[in-house]
């Protein structure tokens, strides 16, 4: 089957994801992490607006046109790979498949996915917040520009009000949306944006012990509402999430459904 063509980005922006085959590591030390910025730096046809190296993945927000991208991602992915493989003496692929990537549509979505990918390390539980994570563009925003372009920290920054402080307090606000990520990432997302769901409608109907959701029947269906309206979770993620039986999640939404009409 071949593949599909990529879609091209109204604004020029792109978020690209690249992970480790196998779900592997490919950043195992500090030294690693940082060859891979400094031959990042040294791609003249990608104008760098983010990045977030992580141990088995790494997130970049760029500008480039189409084929640029796709010839600078393809020479940076082969000269760290020969590194990697001659430092560990091994052979074989790196990263897994080709890049994954996603446009970016506005300038508002392009601030979100610029904290989204900032933040990873904070949700990862690596760092309180983005600040304190190294391997990551966040303090180049603060003033110390390596990899990121000038005139991209120029452009972001004009994009949120009172500069730098809004830049950080931007990145200090919940985001329930999804971005391009790896599977498991993605997954425990939406399993947190679930409890905090959760924990929102237990406040607002004052119930301090969750497990006492199963003896409010009323309660327990409004919860499983709440929880299919405003999450992207199966009904069978919903049901072991709650401990309850597939069933009632199937019932409760049944009964939203009627509700609708």
Known sequence: M???AREVSPTGYYHVMMRGINRDFIYQSNGEKAYFVRTLKKAAELSIAAY???DNHVHLVLQAEP????????ALNLKYAMWYNSLHDRVGHVFQNRYRSEIIASEAHLLHVI?????????????????QYTWSSFREYLGNLDVVAPAQQLFVLGLVSRGLEGFTAFHGEPDPHEYLDTDEDVARQRTNHAQAVIEDYCRAHGI??????KRYPEHMCGLIAELIQRTLLSHRKIAA?????????HRASLAQQEQGH
């Not at 084929?67 to 393809?74: C, K, P, T, V």
């Not at 904290?115 to 600040?131: E, F, M």
């Not at 301090?208 to 959701?213: A, E, N, P």
């Open 2 to 4: 071949p593949r599909q």
């Open 52 to 54: 977030c190296v992580m």
């Open 67 to 74: 084929d640029a991208l796709m010839h600078a991602i393809r």
């Open 115 to 131: 904290r989204y990918i900032h933040n990873n390390p904070v949700k990862a539980g690596l760092a309180h917040d983005a600040k």
């Open 208 to 213: 301090v012990d969750r497990s006492s959701l």
């Open 241 to 249: 999430l709650l401990e309850v039986s597939a069933n009632i999640v």
